[in-house]
């Protein structure tokens, strides 16, 4: 390890332990340090108190100190990395967490002739509290050295300590701050939270932040599918008022984010889970029960309707729709037994499916007509109209399907087939034949 790498890497992990409340890393160029330190009111000669005390164990001179200032900014819990020095920090930080991992190895095999190797000096406590402590480090800089992640998962495994459980978070959280899709992050989350379900007191308020959580990273990291992949898990571990608190909670975001699919499938795994207990426990679900989940359902719909309406063009709100369709038509027109409907079997279900289905095509209807040409949005709002219409055709059972298939040949569809491609053309064709 090179002198001035392992000069670096003390100063980041003083910086570190000096102030353990920092929550967000990012890496700056160095041209910006200036204008970071006026934005904060901090002189371009002084340092941080933090980085004082880091640079005070290595640097001599005052020209010293004022370079190694420009490598690290910390200010309100935040920290900031100069790109100049990432590389021989990486180098310095991977060498001193490797030699700290084969002596942890070391101490904790029980053969003399390894024991022997070891410095009279160290201790089990001492290499774990130095393996921790680089393995902080080299996170930070390389996010997905699983290694890494694996020997503190092996640390914390044994000691089952609960503050060292927290602060396993604390260090994720901080790795997100720069990579919020970073697996090895997510998955490490995972495991602690499953760690801690069966022991944690307050494991309901957890599930909150970290819920929370997810959507603020979400806010920063469109499209974050590993995030959103995360919330969706926390569901196995909600109880009935917590998922029907997210499904509430999630709705004014869903609305300012209509493009975004993932949150539209998170409240679809909302909606799963609902039905979930409600079938795993049939016997006990009284009448109420059951239509205040049809009337979650309908709301829901409801809800899609009016932004499908709003926004125009946005697939995510289309494919949300098949979702909530697809249950309407198993809950009351699947047969569970599969055979064929009979008349009077036919009619019942037609009370509740016809005026669903009437909703549908009269929404398709509206959709379907392309009412500017200058915009790419009104065309794309009529194809997922159309290819929703398609959709519908199929998954209507027989004999119901049949009065679809004439309402539909019913409505006016030249004008979306003139006006669509050689692509497209066969597919739209489809309704008419």
């Given amino acids: ?16 332990e000096s102030d353990p409340l920092i929550d967000e890393v990012g890496f700056i160029h160095p041209s910006q340090f200036d204008l970071l330190n006026e934005e904060s009111g901090i002189s371009g000669n002084s340092s941080d108190e933090a980085i004082s005390q ?45 030699t700290a991992f084969k002596q942890y190895k070391m101490c904790g095999d029980q053969s003399n002739e390894v024991g022997n190797c070891l410095p009279a000096s160290s201790s089990c406590d001492d ?13 930070l800089l390389s996010c997905d050295f699983m290694t890494a992640w694996n020997c503190r998962k092996l640390v914390v495994s044994k000691e089952k300590q609960h503050s060292m459980l927290l602060d396993e978070l604390h260090l994720s959280a901080l790795v997100l701050s720069h990579s919020p899709k970073s697996e090895q992050a997510w998955n490490h989350r995972r495991w602690v939270i499953k760690s801690m379900s069966a022991h944690c007191s307050n494991f309901k308020d957890l599930l909150r932040k970290e819920s929370e959580l997810v959507e603020k990273i979400a806010e920063r990291s469109k499209m974050n599918y590993r995030a959103w992949n995360h919330r969706c898990w926390l569901i196995s571990y909600m109880a009935r008022d917590q998922v029907l608190h997210e499904l509430k909670k999630s709705r004014s975001w869903a609305a300012m984010h209509v493009a975004d699919n993932c949150c539209f499938h998170y409240r679809s795994r909302l909606l799963l889970k609902i039905m979930e207990e409600s079938s795993g426990s049939e016997k006990n679900v009284s009448s109420g029960n059951k239509t205040d989940i049809n009337q979650a359902w309908k709301d829901e719909l409801d809800w899609n309707e009016t932004l499908i309406r709003r926004y125009v063009g946005r697939e995510a709100l289309w494919l949300h729709r098949r979702f909530l369709s697809m249950y309407w038509i198993n809950n009351f027109l ?100």
């Fill in 1 to 16: 390890m090179s002198e001035a790498g392992a000069d670096l890497l003390q100063q980041l992990e003083d910086i570190l």
């Fill in 334 to 433: 699947s047969d569970s037994g599969g055979t064929s409907y009979n008349s009077k079997q036919t009619n019942r279900n037609s009370n509740y499916f016809d005026p669903f289905l009437e909703n549908e095509l009269c929404l398709i209807d509206s959709c379907i007509t392309v009412e500017d040409n200058e915009f790419a949005d009104f065309e794309a709002q009529a194809v997922y109209a159309a290819s929703y219409m398609l959709w519908l055709k199929v998954q209507v059972p027989e004999p119901l399907g049949n009065d679809l298939r004439a309402k539909i040949r019913a409505m006016d569809l030249k004008s979306l087939l003139d006006n669509s491609n050689q692509e497209r053309f066969s597919l739209f064709n489809h309704f008419l034949s």
């Fill in 127 to 139: 290499l774990q509290s130095i393996l921790m402590r680089h393995s902080r480090s080299l996170l």
């Fill in 54 to 98: 880091a640079t005070k164990r290595t640097a001599s001179s005052e020209g010293c100190s004022k370079q190694k200032n420009k490598n690290f900014w910390n200010k309100d819990h935040k920290l900031g990395i100069s790109t100049s020095i990432l590389l021989p920090l990486y180098k310095a930080a991977k060498l001193a967490f490797m």
